[in-house]
């Protein structure tokens, strides 16, 4: 049973039992997908249908940050623990990297997805890397195809939401990978364009803080965090 979170329902797991689970479906049959939605993306899905439905069809529905686990427990029905995607990104590599497992990168501004690799194959060393491909093409059909070809088992899929949670949906089983991760801006972490808070912020749920002073820019798409909280109240007195 999910979690509902103002109608996206989110896995209760903790981190290590979130990349158990994610281990699991990718030694399983098929395509599976995984997203780690904030509290600016269940917004979108109260606004997108479509959003809403390509993550709520996710095989794996992780709450990226405090935002989500402070809306949940609101709510009366607490998540385990929040697991942000690019941690939990760190966790899976580590097992592939055991394993000797294959990652296709894709995603972000031309050259970035190559930097992320070469940082990640340096620090996972066991880690094979199938391909790598940036996110501002036109057309998805070969974009699967040369992930087909590249024979990966993941892949990490980082072009913003809804975007990557909508292409995940549509392409994944066409890319023949087992696990397809949507993970928003961490190529440009593992590249290293962008730096992640330090721990202090984030202990204290203050990431999105830290990121608005770095790029303000971010003002707009911020707002949906108070939003997000009027809407959890307005849910609690509702039930
Ligand atoms: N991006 C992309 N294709 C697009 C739009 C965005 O590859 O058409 C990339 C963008 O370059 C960035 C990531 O998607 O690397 C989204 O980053 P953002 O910080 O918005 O994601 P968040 O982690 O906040 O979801």
Known sequence: MRIDVLGVGFDNVTMAEAVDRALALLHGEGTHYVVTPNPEIVEVCRENLAAKIAVNEADLVLPDGIGVIKGAAMLGTPLKEKTPGIE?????????????????????????????????????????????????????????????QSGADVVFVCLGAPKQELWMRKNGPATGARLLCGLGGSLDVFAGVVERAPKFWSDHGLEWFYRLCKEPRRIGRMMKLPLFLVHVKQEKRRK
């Open 88 to 148: 939990f990104a760190g966790h899976l590599l580590e097992r592939m990297a055991e394993e000797g497992l294959s990652l296709y990168l894709l995603g972000a501004k031309p050259g970035v997805a190559e930097a992320a690799a070469k940082n990640l194959a340096e620090r996972y060393p066991g880690l094979v890397i199938a391909g790598t491909h940036d996110g501002y093409f036109k057309e998805d059909a070969p974009v699967a195809e040369a992930i087909r």
